[in-house]
């Protein structure tokens, strides 16, 4: 049996089958829902859905990202039970099906329709009030509350003046049966609540003069003209004015008649036309004075410039909007550069402050906004139209072939001010808000300025113009410093600036010393309960609980930027209400897009000062426990996704299991996703792994986290070549693993920190940190960290020439390796063994186990170690001679490593792949694969590989005779000498010599020769 879905809009959004809620926790999913029932069994299509979700700034994603809601919602009601096909896919979008539902917004129309037809009859009359009760109780609340959106605001705003139109007309209705009292009960709190809806009120008057409180029906009548001269400056209409004039007269015509015929709608009132003259516009001259310390901005500056350029032929009014953090400087700019270019608009200077953030005021609405420009444009209060639409268009008139600037200053909404934009003539509007006003650049064409933080030039000159050029000079240093320390915010400078400018005595060092303590900066840039603190808390405090705390916990975050899955991670919530939240901090101005980064996902970060007004609110407002575990659920979050990138990289080996104790579940989807690169994924992640770590080390309880993730961003460091970072990471980790007494993890570093010696080719140290973690492991056995260890001294064995010793190495390590269950380890030693059997002169034997190490790093899932093994391959023919498997393994391995992203390994490949070419005379075609050999080399920074790949392209050079043959061969071994590899110092000085000697007498290396060299 099909069970029917009930859905609510009159109120909170809510879905239920057979009275069970159908919980939908996504904001996303709750928009796309309400946006298709309120056009139900109509096609609505996905840029629609797109629009009500994102507002006019969707992701390139977004039509994914809304099949992906719809997928989401036709899951969640398949498990309640409800049929699927309920939304249909239907070119261009999708169309909800009612047939099998109630939704209390049809309902609500029908009951009104029906109501309004039967109202008419008199023995009907009782029917029609019951369906306005029924009607009227549908409303649980304002319609779609908690969720917004311009259409929804739109049908929000439409069904709170019909559910007001409603109750007039049952009030009517009650009238007619006399039953005054019940209607002076439910108007009494509607006309509080609206008091300029005069229908209500002429309403409740006649039912106060039907019950004989001819005084109350009067003071009604008069805080009601009160309300409409003070807010709108108007007289009451008609309906109103006729029933005060009965109640003076105490006429009994406002008697309801159980006879008469319904009351007709009262149209809605408007103003009297108390003035017969057209208004006479002035020259209204609103500029505010502009700062003296005003410096920089030029390319807004020109960008201003170009839109007064743009107005000039009249065709359209020009409109710009100047976003931006709070404190960035958004008025500074408007009002310097209106000043400058007054004197171009003859016909004045609008400027109107409309309180969109304002600390003592709240945002004007747009009738207020339009008084004072009609005032300041000289019309009368007379002359001012009541409603919204009179207004505007009275504004427009009065600007139309006019040259006039408009600044509309500190706006909260495009809603404010949109019946503000002209209709013709040669004005230019300009608006600053800290919203970025989407629909005024996609509906308007208006141009948008972002105005980010000074450069240092910039701020340099803003601190010579407010304390002098000679101290600036005179503390080059410390004027830097102080910039950095204000985060170049224009606000903040301009306050620090103004602290030294009447203390000449006062040294830029020592202000930027008390700048340099992150938890008294704000205090010194907030002077009495101003400057930059309020400017933050001022957008701070509109954002939803939700977001807020989002904000507060982002900041315990020691990271420069971050992708959603952390905002995920330290609110504990799903990834698309992370992404919904964050966008709402972008949208505030409390955090900003990474756009120079790239990665799988959007990045984003904090300002500075904003970073420490945030952790302020964190340490004020959370507590110890709630601040711990956003912190522990973020590490705990990135060592589960560190740890499955590098599975997908190095094969399921054995990772040692992290220590957190909190982590956000992410779903399967959505790492998939993120990972999908996981070498790209590690390297947009590159910066917070580094910063994590280090936060980590620095705190003795978080220890284990500390070299937990550095082992887990192996991967990123061998195949990019970070040895810089490598060092950093294992160091830091290992030294706090020695303060927590962690014999394990102290192991785990000594090895990490030994194989990096092998990879800088510095033996003897390694050797030694080596052996000092497998001291370490008398106290910390582990047979699988041991079979590690064990493999990287077979390598350090076979580098210092110890074939015999390395084989037995690596024989102990892969029999650990298969105890241990790690095939993925055991291939690579496979691999190891082969090329030790390889250099002791058994090709036989080496390639056979080449062969079998492919084998079992295919079976075992590990991309890269069969990379590795594969060339292992490449390089036991290269050895034998057989160039033809050469140049096919070579290609193999190239296809593998660039899947990978894994330049190094492809650098190497491409090496061998050249050598091959050469060693056959193909001379065009190795220098090309050398070329870009030398290329990839370069990018990961290998100066080794580099030298080699040098000593090839001189092989052959040398081979066909050309003199540059020496001179690459000798840079090559000053490189091999700066790096201490002694063997290939030797090799390349013997190539010195025959290239060298053949070259002098004018001839090629013959290729026995040189090879014998080699």
Request: contains cysteine; aromatic residues 6%.
């Amino acid at each position: 049996m099909r069970e029917r879905v009930s859905f609510k809009l009159l109120g909170p959004l809510e879905a239920a089958v057979a009275d069970e809620p159908i919980r939908i926790s996504s904001a996303r999913q709750r928009s796309v829902l309400a946006t298709l029932l309120l056009s139900c069994d109509r096609v609505v299509s996905v840029d629609s859905l797109t629009e009500a979700v994102w507002q006019g700034d969707p992701p390139a994603t977004a039509r994914n990202q809304i099949a992906i809601c719809i997928t989401s919602l036709r899951r969640i009601f398949r498990e309640a039970s409800v049929p699927a096909e309920m939304i249909e896919t239907s070119h261009p979008g999708y169309v909800l099906h009612s047939e099998h539902c109630y939704i209390d917004l049809k309902d609500l129309n029908q009951s009104v329709a029906r109501a309004r037809m039967v109202a008419a009859h008199n023995e009907q009359a009782e029917e029609a009030a019951k369906l306005f009760e029924h009607a009227l109780a549908l409303w649980r609340g304002p319609a779609l509350d908690g969720l917004s959106g311009a259409h929804i605001d739109d049908v929000s705003g439409q069904l709170a003046e019909f559910r007001l139109d409603v109750c007039e007309e049952y009030a009517a209705l009650q009238l007619r049966f006399g039953r005054h009292q019940k209607v002076s009960a439910q108007l009494a709190a509607l006309v509080k609540e609206n008091p300029l809806r005069e229908q209500a009120r002429a309403h409740l008057m006649q039912a106060h003069h039907v019950a004989g409180r001819r005084a109350e029906a009067l003071q009604v009548y008069r805080e009601g003209r009160r309300a409409l001269v003070d807010e709108l400056g108007i007289e009451p209409g008609p309906v109103l004015q006729e029933m005060h004039r009965r109640v003076l007269q105490d006429s009994d015509d406002s008697e309801p008649r159980s006879d008469a015929p319904p009351p007709a709608r009262a149209p809605a009132a408007t103003a009297p036309s108390a003035v017969s003259s057209d208004p006479t516009p002035s020259v209204p001259a609103q500029l505010p004075l502009a700062l003296s310390t005003f410096t920089g901005r030029e390319p807004e500056i020109e960008a201003l410039e170009t839109l007064l350029r743009r107005s000039a032929d009249g065709s359209a009014p020009a409109v710009a909007v100047v976003t931006g953090v709070s404190g960035i400087g958004k008025s500074a700019l408007i009002v310097h550069w209106a000043n400058q270019v007054a004197d171009r608009f003859p016909d004045g200077q609008l400027f109107i402050d409309v309180h969109g953030y304002d600390k003592s005021n709240r945002p004007l609405s747009s009738l207020s906004v339009l008084d004072q420009a009609l005032r300041g444009l000289g019309v009368s209060s007379a002359q001012i139209p009541a409603g919204l639409q009179e207004r505007s268009a009275m504004y427009r008139s009065l600007l139309n072939h006019r040259r006039l600037l408009v600044i509309l200053d500190d706006v909260r909404s495009f809603r404010q001010i949109q019946p503000l934009l002209p209709g013709r003539g040669r004005c230019i509007v300009l608006i600053t808000s800290r919203d970025p006003l989407d629909e005024l650049v996609s509906d308007y064409g208006a141009v948008q300025i972002q105005l980010n933080v000074m450069t240092a030039h910039e701020a340099d000159r803003m601190l010579a113009t407010v304390i002098g050029q000679d101290r600036v000079a005179a503390e080059p240093e410390a004027a830097a410093r102080l910039a950095e320390l204000c985060g170049h915010l224009p606000l903040a400078l301009r306050i620090a600036a103004g602290r030294l400018t009447p203390r000449p005595y006062r040294s830029l060092q020592r202000l930027a010393a008390r700048l340099e303590d992150g938890a008294g900066r704000l205090d010194v840039l907030s002077p009495s309960d101003g400057g930059v603190r309020a400017g933050f808390w001022l957008s701070y405090r509109e954002l939803s609980p939700e977001a807020a705390v989002l904000f507060r916990r982002l900041a315990l975050l020691p990271v420069e930027g971050f992708a959603a899955w952390a905002g995920a991670a330290v609110l504990d919530v799903n990834l698309m209400k992370a992404e919904d939240l964050l966008e709402q901090l972008v949208d505030a101005q409390l955090l900003e897009l990474c756009l120079t980064q790239t990665g799988p996902a959007a990045r984003f970060r904090f300002h500075e000062l904003l970073r420490l007004f945030a952790w302020e609110r964190a340490h004020d407002e959370d507590s110890d426990q709630d601040r711990a575990d956003a912190l522990e659920r973020a590490y705990g979050t990135l060592l589960t996704l560190a740890g499955s990138a590098h599975q997908l990289l190095y094969g399921a080996g054995h990772l040692p299991r992290h220590s957190a104790r909190l982590a956000h579940e992410l779903p399967v989807d959505a790492v998939t996703e993120l990972l999908a690169d996981p070498l790209e994924w590690f390297e947009s992640e590159r910066g917070t792994i580094l910063a994590m770590v280090g936060a980590a080390a620095r705190h003795d309880a978080a220890a284990a986290h500390a070299w937990e993730l550095t082992a887990r961003a192996m991967p990123l460091f061998e195949m990019r070549n970070y040895q810089e970072d490598w060092q950093q990471a294992a160091q830091s980790a290992l030294e706090s693993a020695r303060r927590a007494d962690d014999a394990f993890g102290a192991t785990v570093m000594l090895r990490s920190l030994g194989s990096l010696a092998i990879y800088q080719r510095r033996y003897q140290d390694a050797d030694g940190l080596l052996t000092s973690a497998m001291e370490l492991l008398d106290r910390a056995d582990d047979p699988h960290e041991r079979a590690v260890v064990l493999r990287n001294l077979a390598l350090c064995a076979r580098f210092r020439g110890d074939l015999d010793g390395a084989a037995d190495h690596c024989r102990a390590a892969l029999t650990r390796f298969r105890e241990t269950d790690d095939p993925v380890s055991a291939a690579h030693a496979l691999g190891l063994l082969a090329q030790i059997e390889l250099e002791r002169g058994d090709n036989d034997t080496g390639i056979a186990l080449t062969r079998q190490a492919i084998t079992a790093s295919s079976e075992s899932g590990s991309v890269r170690g069969r990379a590795q093994n594969v060339y292992r391959l490449a390089e036991a023919y290269l050895r034998i001679g057989d160039l033809r498997q050469v140049i096919g393994t070579c290609q193999e391995v190239i296809e593998l490593t660039r899947a990978q992203g894994d330049r190094l390994g492809e650098a190497y490949a491409l090496r061998a792949l050249g050598e091959a070419q050469w060693r056959q005379e193909l001379y065009d075609a190795a220098e090309s694969t050398l070329a870009e050999a030398f290329t990839a080399a370069e990018d990961v920074g290998d100066r080794f590989l580099q030298a080699r790949i040098e000593t090839d392209r001189a092989c052959s050079e040398a081979l066909r005779g050309d003199a540059a043959a020496v001179d690459r061969l000798r840079r090559a071994h000053q490189a091999f000498t700066v790096l201490s590899a002694s063997s290939w110092q030797e090799r390349t000085a013997r190539l010195v010599d025959v290239v060298g000697n053949a070259s002098a007498e004018g001839r090629p290396v013959p290729l026995k020769r040189l090879l014998a060299t080699r």
